[in-house]
């Protein structure tokens, strides 16, 4: 999965606050409008054969005091909420599940079907939004260049290949330095087969990981992970 730092949510419910649904009837609301951006994802890292849903929520220009999504069957699987004061309050969410071995226990906790997303923000707007997840995964790549585990690789413009593979919607990629704490991510066509790593990015003499992820049309991501370190 993506090496961006994210938040983790129990398998059944996160609760980051104690404001239910029960907060939003507060006094007189406002219309709702939409939220900018809601998405649910099924996800698999196939090297490690772990599975995860992700759920993303972007507000408008305002910040969000409170964030619930519901499931299809009727729970509440995120609740949050800033502590008071809000203050400026936070836009962007992104929630990742934990990554069980098992797919099945993902999908029973996160059943198919349609997510209702509902926020408030610090001053008084209420958001609405709604998300498909899908539980089909796509097939995966086989990376190509350079080959697992390879050593003396040069840290140069370093040209990245992959198996292409039909019917998805596109490609993630990332470079990642952990030690370092530098990424490099990025989303491909679906008619990519090759990605150039910038000159200058990659540095002598260290250890990189390698992700290349297929993604469906509603979003649902299969990466292949291995690593390769440069030449000193």
């Known amino acids: 999965m993506s090496r961006i730092a994210r938040l983790h949510l129990p398998a059944i419910a996160l609760a980051l606050g104690f404001l239910g649904d029960a907060a939003f009837s507060e006094g007189q609301e406002a219309p709702s409008q939409s939220f900018a951006e809601v998405a649910v994802s099924f996800e698999t890292n196939t090297t490690d054969g772990d599975f995860e849903v992700v759920f993303e929520a972007k507000g408008g220009d305002e910040g969000l005091e409170q964030l619930t999504v519901v499931a299809p069957d009727g729970r509440t699987v995120l609740d949050m909420t800033c502590p ?49 997840l899908s539980h089909t995964l796509p097939a995966t790549t086989a990376l190509l260049a350079p080959e697992p585990e390879s050593e003396d690789v040069p840290a140069g413009a370093l040209e990245i290949r992959w198996k292409s593979v039909p019917g998805i919607a596109g490609y993630f990629l990332e470079v990642e330095q952990a030690d370092a704490n530098t990424s490099l991510a990025v989303n491909l066509p679906a008619t990519a087969s090759a990605f150039t790593v910038p000159a200058g990015f990659l540095a002598p003499g260290h250890e990189y990981s390698l992700s290349v992820g297929t993604r469906t049309a509603d979003g649902n991501l299969a990466v292949v992970e291995t690593s390769f370190t440069t030449a000193k």
């Open 84 to 132: 008071p004061p809000a203050g400026l309050g936070i836009r962007s969410f992104r929630f990742e599940s934990p990554e069980p071995p098992n797919a099945d226990a993902v999908r029973k906790a996160f059943p198919a079907g349609g997510y209702t997303f509902r926020g408030k923000t610090v001053d008084g707007k209420t958001l609405t939004g709604k998300a498909t």
